[in-house]
């Protein structure tokens, strides 16, 4: 017998919100630097952070929150990363929407993990609605020459390191890693990033649970970081 597909909810709005984030809003993958900051100025100013607050997180940190959205999360669109923390809030996710005034990777990825999973039930309740979306997707942007902001880097008229420059380094040939290099890479930054906790303005709970993440030399922040090293090695050795 053949298996029978579960009925569409036809009027849902909770699919309806779901097609529109999908169809309208550009991917967090395809966004830039500056994109992404103001999605997290956003999202914490919806958590309850103070002004202050939000201006208090220094620029490594934002990098870290930028690389690790675009790279775990970057399937997802903008409208879906401001949603997410809506309907957490709303208590429409299955999590708790509390930072309690830590708004780290950890909190980010609960919240987009839970989004996920809604949107991943949402979409197969209800195929025959959501398949359509395949039709009306945009095209893949072309992909991104950044020679201008490499030369930026070596120049040093540009001190932010984009992440997707690391594959692009990696296509021209300025980067050219063995495997044992890059974990020493990653070495290296779970090092450096667990040392730059003590100067950050923590309580000591918090800063004992991030080093305790950043020990794991596959975590996606501390990659990012070892990407960012590479960088600024290959720039180094192209002056």
């Given at each position: 017998?053949q298996?029978?597909?579960?009925?569409?909810?036809?009027?849902?709005?909770?699919?309806?919100?779901?097609?529109?984030?999908?169809?309208?809003?550009?991917?967090?993958?395809?966004?830039?630097y500056?994109?992404i900051?103001?999605?997290?100025?956003?999202?914490?100013?919806?958590?309850?952070?103070?002004?202050?607050?939000?201006?208090a997180?220094?620029?490594?940190?934002?990098?870290?929150?930028?690389?690790?959205?675009?790279?775990?999360?970057?399937?997802?669109?903008?409208?879906?990363?401001?949603?997410?923390?809506?309907?957490?809030?709303?208590?429409?996710?299955?999590?708790?929407?509390?930072?309690?005034?830590?708004f780290s990777i950890?909190?980010?990825?609960?919240?987009?993990?839970?989004?996920?999973?809604?949107?991943?039930?949402?979409?197969?309740?209800?195929?025959?609605?959501?398949?359509?979306?395949?039709?009306k997707?945009?095209?893949?942007?072309?992909?991104?020459?950044?020679?201008?902001?490499?030369?930026?880097?070596?120049?040093?008229?540009?001190?932010?390191?984009?992440?997707?420059?690391?594959?692009?380094?990696?296509?021209?040939?300025?980067?050219?890693?063995?495997?044992?290099?890059?974990?020493?890479?990653?070495?290296?930054?779970?090092?450096?990033?667990?040392?730059?906790?003590?100067?950050?303005?923590?309580l000591?709970?918090?800063?004992?649970?991030?080093?305790?993440?950043?020990?794991?030399?596959?975590?996606?922040?501390?990659?990012?970081?070892?990407?960012r090293?590479?960088i600024?090695?290959?720039?180094?050795?192209?002056?």
């Amino acid at each position: 017998m053949q298996k029978l597909k579960p009925t569409p909810i036809m009027d849902s709005n909770e699919v309806a919100k779901l097609q529109q984030a999908i169809i309208s809003s550009p991917k967090l993958s395809a966004g830039s630097y500056d994109d992404i900051k103001t999605l997290i100025k956003i999202v914490m100013a919806m958590v309850g952070l103070k002004t202050a607050e939000i201006n208090a997180v220094t620029e490594p940190e934002k990098q870290m929150l930028v690389g690790f959205i675009q790279k775990q999360f970057g399937g997802h669109t903008n409208k879906e990363f401001i949603d997410a923390f809506t309907m957490a809030f709303t208590g429409k996710l299955n999590v708790n929407p509390e930072c309690y005034q830590n708004f780290s990777i950890a909190y980010v990825s609960r919240i987009m993990t839970a989004y996920r999973k809604w949107a991943s039930n949402t979409y197969e309740d209800n195929y025959s609605i959501m398949e359509k979306i395949q039709d009306k997707k945009m095209l893949a942007p072309p992909e991104v020459d950044w020679t201008d902001h490499w030369n930026d880097l070596k120049s040093g008229k540009d001190k932010i390191i984009m992440l997707p420059v690391y594959d692009w380094a990696v296509k021209k040939g300025f980067i050219n890693l063995t495997t044992e290099q890059k974990f020493e890479l990653c070495r290296t930054a779970s090092n450096q990033m667990r040392g730059e906790l003590q100067n950050r303005k923590l309580l000591p709970g918090q800063i004992t649970e991030q080093q305790d993440e950043f020990k794991n030399i596959r975590h996606p922040a501390v990659v990012d970081e070892a990407k960012r090293i590479a960088i600024r090695n290959a720039l180094k050795s192209n002056l």
